[in-house]
C-alpha cells in the first residue's frame, strides 16, 4: 500500500524558517514526481511546489518562489520542504503528493496525498 | 499564472445528477483533472485526463468528466448523501506550473 507520511509542521514566527519532511513507502520512489500542497483553513487547494523523479528539476508557485526550496532524498524515499522568510499568509495544512510520471509537465496531477501536516505562522 | 472558475456551491436531491462546472481558457490545450475532499480529510483523485477514472474504486463509478471548450465538467449520477463533500478541478502546462479552481461545495438535499 502506498503512503505518504508528512512531518515537521508547527508553530514558527514571521520571518522564520521551517523544514517539513514526507517519507514514502509502497512504491519506487525515484520512479516519480513529488509535490507539495497546501489548504488555508476554510480555503482552497494551492499548489506550492513540485520536483521531479531525479531530483533535477523543481518548480514553484510565484507565491513562495525565492522562498521556499523542494529536495528529495531517493535513497531514503523522502522529499523535503525548505521554507524559510515565512508569511502569516503561509499558514495552512500541507499536503505531500505522488505524481504519476517522472516529470512535471502537461500531465502532472496528484495521483495519491498525505494526510498533511499544519504549519502555522504568527505575527 | 492562470485561473480556473468553479461556481461556490451546488445542490442536489439524492438520486439526481449533479454537474459541476470548471472554467478556463487554458482548459483547450490542457487536461483537467478532479478531486473530492470531505471534511477533515485529505482529497482524493476522482478523474484524470479529463475524463479517465483511476481504476480499482467500484464506488466512484459513478462520477465522470468532460470537456467542451474552455469548460470541463463532472458529473455525479444517482447522487447520493456520501457524494456531500467539496470537488476541485485542476490542470498544468508544459512548465510545470499548476492550478486549482476556487473549489465547489456539493449539497445533496
Known amino acids: 500500500e502506498e503512503q505518504l507520511l508528512e512531518s515537521g509542521g508547527g508553530p514558527v514566527q514571521r520571518g522564520g524558517s521551517l523544514r517539513l519532511s514526507c517519507a514514502a513507502s509502497g512504491f519506487t520512489f525515484g520512479d516519480y514526481a513529488m509535490s507539495w500542497v497546501r489548504q488555508a483553513q476554510g480555503k482552497g487547494l494551492e499548489w506550492v511546489s513540485s520536483?521531479?523523479?531525479?531530483?533535477?528539476?523543481?518548480y514553484f508557485a510565484d507565491s513562495v518562489k525565492g522562498r521556499f526550496t523542494i529536495s528529495r532524498d531517493n535513497s531514503k524515499t523522502t522529499v523535503f520542504l525548505q521554507m524559510n522568510r515565512l508569511r502569516v499568509e503561509d499558514t495552512a495544512v500541507y499536503y505531500c503528493?505522488?505524481?504519476?510520471?517522472?516529470?512535471?509537465?502537461?500531465?502532472?496531477?496528484?495521483?495519491?496525498w498525505g494526510q498533511g501536516t499544519l504549519v502555522t505562522v504568527s505575527s | 499564472s492562470y485561473e480556473l472558475t468553479q461556481p461556490p456551491s451546488v445542490s442536489v436531491s439524492p438520486g439526481q445528477t449533479a454537474r459541476i462546472t470548471c472554467s478556463g481558457g487554458a482548459l483547450p490545450k490542457q487536461y483537467s483533472y478532479w478531486y473530492q475532499q470531505k471534511p477533515g480529510q485529505a482529497p482524493v483523485l476522482l478523474i484524470y485526463k479529463d475524463s479517465e477514472r483511476p481504476s480499482g474504486i467500484p464506488e466512484r463509478e459513478r462520477f465522470s468528466g468532460s470537456s467542451s471548450g474552455t469548460t470541463v465538467t463532472l458529473s455525479i449520477t444517482g447522487v447520493q448523501a456520501e457524494d456531500e463533500a467539496d470537488y476541485y478541478c485542476?490542470?498544468?502546462?508544459?512548465?510545470?506550473?499548476?492550478?486549482f479552481g476556487g473549489g465547489t461545495k456539493l449539497t445533496v438535499l
Open positions: 503528493t505522488k505524481v504519476p510520471a517522472p516529470i512535471v509537465g502537461t500531465i502532472t496531477y496528484f495521483q495519491h
Open positions: 485542476q490542470t498544468s502546462d508544459s512548465s510545470g506550473t499548476v492550478a
Open positions: 520536483i521531479s523523479g531525479s531530483g533535477g528539476s523543481s
